[in-house]
């Protein structure tokens, strides 16, 4: 059974740093494509970022410049650096994996204090 667990959100003045982490369970050779997505409570879940099987990545123009989303060589954990983070960017950050089907992690929140 695939599960997605992910860890790293927190309270962080503006300005400053924080690294996701989002471990999945499972056969990874299934896997097309990782992602991150945030979600404000009313709106709409949005794409951060994603990294494709073959590692090709995509980003928000919201982020670019500022997040980089890698993973590990076993391809099983994905990870999300932001920097120069600012309130807007408050939100609970959710991982997504795409292949065989797709799944959802249960979501970690993200606070960035002016």
């Known amino acids: 059974q695939v599960q997605l667990v992910e860890s790293g959100g927190g309270l962080v003045q503006a300005g400053g740093s924080l690294r996701l982490s989002c471990e999945t369970s499972?056969?990874?050779?299934?896997?097309?494509?990782m992602g991150w997505y945030r979600q404000i409570p009313g709106k709409q879940r949005e794409m951060v970022a994603s990294i494709y099987k073959s590692g090709t990545v995509n980003y928000a123009d919201s982020v670019k410049g500022r997040f980089t989303i890698s993973r590990n060589n076993a391809q099983n954990t994905v990870y999300l650096q932001m920097n120069s983070l600012e309130p807007e960017d408050t939100a609970v950050y959710y991982c997504k994996r795409v292949g065989p089907y797709v799944y959802w992690g249960q979501g970690t929140q993200v606070t960035v204090s002016s």
């Open positions: 499972g056969s990874t050779s299934s896997i097309s494509a």
